[in-house]
């Protein structure tokens, strides 16, 4: 019996019976699809330390600091470096080179974990984006006006921080936001983990973090491009670089810090990699990837539609369910039993990141999914569950809009005695609650509603009571 166990290989087994669903999913290489099978044969011989002939990817040089200046070209940077350990990495070193212990940065509730960690391990002072009138952000996320007004407001911020595009794919006005931080002395950190493609846009719409003037950016290249995960790009604005407003050498000393000692050359070259890719293809594979998605929109079943507001970005699909008559959960087990892998299905929406070569097929798979979904025909019933939904929606919005209640600063209630942790419902994975502020009865009988529909919520115990 020790024996068979010992033989077991229960991980590879089940990644390898994953093969051959649709993936509407991160990462952008569709296991493998979206590569010649050359390249899925090449992929092991990749994977080497640094020898004399490869370069250092920790102290660029040789063909290493050609693949980043071909990139910096590529993205509009003055300065890029591949960061083999996601953009989660690539935001620890991007505030850790711009600001100190006990430095204010301005940012909204509703970030990306990773964000929430590296204020909490460098000892930051975070700031939360509010509306002066009490207003709620559309999933936690800020106006351009709310921007404005808290960076006039805390003129003591070092920085700002703003997501760009969110998980939806929506964009803010970054540039008003930039100019008015440029002005203020603060610099503009941009978490754009969801738009390594927006240099090959049609019309360049939306822009780069980096063209609207964003001093430091950090892109996930393993989400929208076929890069192995966690393929991530950091970049110094062409600015930021000429006028010396970044120390380079902190970057380079930060990356030292934050990233293993033995970075992947295999993730770097697939970077060096799906950057030709992109010039070479990606203009033309993002107009296809435009116009499959319109054309996808227009034959949704009723009770779906498109969430499409002005300024998003064309190449991702988020589709609204919550006119139709199901339960998110009856949505999430019936498009796995058809093979089916989305990104996300949050309250009311499932979120969809169609690779650049996603072939038409799929399309037509996912469709003829969402046509079989077995929906309720009792109207009372359909009207409470849309109404459920409304209410949910709504009140995790107010959730991730609300001013800060910290008891502790981040740090402390992290790394402290007491351990307060984040607490986030998954999805989307925004933080409801930071370290350090505490969990009221509001909170957990929102996140025990989420849980009964079968969002998961990290970060907090909810069997035990209050
Ligand atoms: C907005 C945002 N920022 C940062 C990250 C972290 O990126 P990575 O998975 O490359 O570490 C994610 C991951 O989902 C994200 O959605």
């Not at 595009?165 to 970054?174: E, H, M, N, Q, S």
């Not at 203009?283 to 034959?299: D, G, P």
């Not at 929406?349 to 799929?362: F, K, M, S, T």
Request: with cysteine; charged share 25%; aromatic share 6%.
């Amino acid at each position: 019996m020790v024996n068979d166990d010992r033989e077991r290989t229960p991980l590879w087994d089940c990644l390898i019976g994953q093969s051959g669903r649709v993936s509407f999913h991160m990462p952008g290489h569709r296991q493998g699809r979206a590569w010649p099978s050359s390249v899925s044969r090449q992929l092991s011989a990749l994977d080497t330390t640094e020898l004399l002939g490869t370069g250092d990817l920790a102290m660029p040089s040789g063909s290493v600091l050609e693949a980043f200046r071909l990139a910096a070209n590529c993205f509009g940077a003055g300065r890029t470096w591949f960061i083999t350990s996601g953009t989660t990495t690539s935001i620890m070193i991007m505030l850790a080179s711009v600001l100190r212990e006990g430095d204010v940065l301005l940012l909204p509730r509703a970030v990306h974990i990773a964000v929430v960690h590296a204020v909490a391990l460098l000892g930051l002072k975070p700031i939360f984006i509010e509306a002066e009138d009490g207003r709620v952000f559309e999933d936690g996320q800020p106006d351009a006006s709310a921007y404005i007004d808290s960076i006039r407001r805390h003129p003591e911020a070092t920085a700002c921080l703003v997501t760009y595009p969110d998980y939806y794919g929506r964009t803010v006005d970054l540039e008003s936001i930039a100019h008015v931080a440029h002005e203020a002395g603060m610099f503009i950190l941009v978490d754009e983990a969801h738009g390594a493609h927006f240099a090959f846009l049609p019309d360049q719409k939306p822009a780069t973090a980096l063209s609207l003037g964003a001093d430091i950016v950090c892109q996930s290249a393993h989400k929208t491009l076929a890069a192995l995960t966690p393929a991530s790009l950091l970049h110094v604005s062409e600015t930021a670089v000429q006028q010396q407003r970044i120390d380079l050498r902190r970057v380079d000393s930060m990356i030292r810090v934050f990233q293993t000692s033995s970075p992947s050359f295999l993730i770097a070259a697939t970077i060096d990699r799906a950057r030709a890719e992109l010039e070479s293809y990606g203009k033309e594979r993002l107009e296809r990837l435009q116009k499959l998605n319109t054309s996808f929109s227009k034959k949704l079943p009723s009770g779906f539609s498109r969430v499409f507001p002005k300024g998003a970005d064309p190449s991702r699909l988020v589709l609204d369910f919550s006119e139709a008559g199901f339960c998110r959960k009856t949505l999430v087990h019936h498009l796995d039993r058809a093979g089916i892998d989305v990104e996300m299905i949050d309250i009311s929406r499932i979120v969809l990141i169609p690779a650049l070569d996603q072939p038409e097929e799929d399309y037509t798979r996912l469709l003829d999914a969402l046509y079989s979904l077995s929906v309720i025909k009792e109207k009372v019933e359909r009207q409470t569950l849309t109404q459920t939904r409304r209410d949910l929606s709504q009140k995790l919005d107010q959730l991730l809009s609300a001013p800060a209640a910290f008891q502790k600063m981040p740090r402390e209630a992290l790394f402290g005695q007491d351990e307060f942790s984040a607490v986030t419902p998954y999805p989307p994975g925004l933080p409801v609650l930071w370290p350090g502020e505490p969990v009221r009865e509001e909170h957990r009988s929102f996140l025990q509603l989420l849980h009964e529909i079968g969002i998961a919520v990290r970060g907090i115990d909810l069997t035990l009571s209050s």
